[in-house]
Antibody, heavy 116, light 108 residues
Framework: EVQLVESGGGLVQPGGSLRLSCAASGFTFSSHAMSWVRQAPGKGLEWVSF????????YYADSVKGRFIISRDNSKNTLYLQMNSLRAEDTAVFYCAEAWGPSDYWGQGTLVTVSS | EIVLTQSPGTLSLSPGERATLSCRAS???????LGWYQQKPGQAPRLLIY???SRATGIPDRFSGNGSGTDFTLTISRLEPEDFALYYCQQYDSSPYSFGRGTKLEIK
């Protein structure tokens, strides 16, 4: 059974940092490009970042470029999102996902709240 | 940056009716890299269509996707009660891999 389990969310002050993790199981993790997608409360989906299966290629939304870093450890089947200089507008549920088709895998989401 | 515009914002229909949702891109998107997702309250999104017209694993054949270039459509041929949800399109042709703002499909 395929599973993606996120962790690392929580409450952080503006300007602070958090690192999200996404532990993958049930599929060949290193063969799959992955993304982080977020959803602010009551809002739509926002793509955040992409990483290729090898980790050689990474892309970011303009809203997080220079503040967030996506990475992966294929030996541990884990995806990461290092989030720095957090702002109130980063408050959202963050999902890790592999949704390119024909199958799609999503985590349950982890809530990040940026507030003083 | 490719901006995706979904219309209508809200679609009110009855079970059994046909739903047509639109996704228009600000510049051409390769059909290979256009997806449609369904999201219900409190749940993660679910992929319905990838490559503009291919149904994802386990998706009923009442869902179909079409289009090319800048105009894409998701059609639900006969609405079931469980189809009333939010629908998003996404392009992953060029970074940033933008989503549309979504169409809410509600029961009339």
């Amino acid at each position: 059974e395929v599973q993606l389990v996120e962790s690392g969310g929580g409450l952080v002050q503006p300007g602070g940092s958090l690192r999200l993790s996404c532990a993958a199981s049930g599929f060949t993790f290193s063969s799959h490009a992955m993304s982080w997608v977020r959803q602010a409360p009551g809002k739509g989906l926002e793509w955040v970042s992409f990483i290729s299966g090898s980790g050689d290629s990474t892309y970011y939304a303009d809203s997080v470029k220079g503040r967030f870093i996506i990475s992966r450890d294929n030996s541990k089947n884990t995806l990461y999102l290092q989030m720095n200089s957090l702002r109130a507008e980063d408050t959202a549920v963050f999902y890790c996902a592999e949704a390119w088709g024909p199958s799609d895998y999503w985590g349950q989401g982890t809530l990040v709240t940026v507030s003083s | 940056e490719i901006v995706l515009t979904q219309s209508p914002g809200t679609l009110s229909l009855s079970p059994g009716e046909r739903a047509t949702l639109s996704c228009r891109a600000s510049q051409s998107v390769s059909s290979s890299y256009l997806g449609w997702y369904q999201q219900k309250p409190g749940q993660a999104p679910r992929l319905l269509i990838y490559g503009a017209s291919s149904r994802a694993t386990g998706i009923p054949d009442r869902f179909s996707g079409n289009g090319s270039g800048t105009d894409f459509t998701l059609t639900i041929s006969r609405l079931e009660p469980e189809d009333f949800a939010l629908y998003y399109c996404q392009q992953y042709d060029s970074s940033p891999y933008s989503f549309g703002r979504g169409t809410k499909l509600e029961i009339k």
